[in-house]
T-cell receptor
Framework: NAGVTQTPKFQVLKTGQSMTLQCAQDMNHNSMYWYRQDPGMGLRLIYYSASEGTTDKGEVPNGYNVSRLNKREFSLRLESAAPSQTSVYFC??????????????FGDGTRLSIL | GENVEQHPSTLSVQEGDSAVIKCTYSDSASNYFPWYKQELGKRPQLIIDIRSNVGEKKDQRIAVTLNKTAKHFSLHITETQPEDSAVYFCAASKRSGGYQKVTFGTGTKLQVIP
């Protein structure tokens, strides 16, 4: 049981290049999330998917797109990378409970540098 | 929207002493408060959580308290050990439509000095 798996772990891009960050979970969770983590700013939500087939913007969605490919997989795409997108990206998932919130489980992160 | 403030940003304690990290939140609809520990270069990991119908929860050396009226919640670590050194994040969460909206604090870097 791997939990949440992210690929790649590290990536260096040039300004203007595009790439897709991959995330997969094996816990049968309904909800999945993409966060970015910058020094001194905690974790900020980029996009989320409440359930398979739905995606919505979070706090900082500009410059990103997402795809919820199936229940297991949720990818994040940078169409034209900018230096301001240099960050550590975390994918997370949580179970769906009609009555209460559930803890989020995080992947190991992708460290992305844009030159 | 929700705003979560966390203090202090850094905390140094001697091994064996206690550490306290405090958070405040602004949205009274928040009803779930998880705490995450993040070691250098690693993923955030849940260490304890508390729901709004509970005032205190304890798990061995870790405890969390919640004051809904004042919108404060705190993490208490007793008998600190070097392996407690990490960044700790508080968060406030509520249901928003079909998903769980989570707002994180900015983190506290805890250093336990042997």
């Amino acid at each position: 049981n791997a939990g949440v798996t992210q690929t790649p772990k590290f990536q260096v891009l040039k300004t203007g290049q595009s790439m897709t960050l991959q995330c997969a979970q094996d816990m049968n969770h309904n909800s999945m999330y993409w966060y970015r983590q910058d020094p001194g700013m905690g974790l900020r939500l980029i996009y989320y998917s409440a359930s398979e087939g739905t995606t919505d913007k979070g706090e900082v969605p500009n410059g990103y797109n997402v795809s919820r490919l199936n229940k297991r997989e949720f990818s994040l795409r940078l169409e034209s990378a900018a230096p301001s997108q240099t960050s550590v990206y975390f994918c997370a998932s949580s179970d769906k409970d009609s009555y209460s919130n559930q803890p989020q489980h995080f992947g190991d992160g992708t460290r992305l540098s844009i030159l | 929207g929700e705003n979560v403030e966390q203090h202090p940003s850094t905390l140094s304690v001697q091994e064996g002493d206690s550490a306290v990290i405090k958070c405040t939140y602004s949205d009274s609809a928040s009803n779930y408060f998880p705490w995450y520990k993040q070691e250098l270069g690693k993923r955030p990991q849940l260490i304890i959580d508390i729901r709004s119908n509970v005032g205190e929860k304890k798990d061995q050396r870790i405890a969390v308290t919640l004051n809904k009226t004042a919108k404060h919640f705190s993490l208490h670590i007793t008998e600190t050990q070097p392996e407690d050194s990490a960044v700790y994040f508080c968060a406030a969460s509520k249901r928003s439509g079909g998903y769980q909206k989570v707002t994180f604090g900015t983190g506290t870097k805890l250093q336990v000095i042997p």
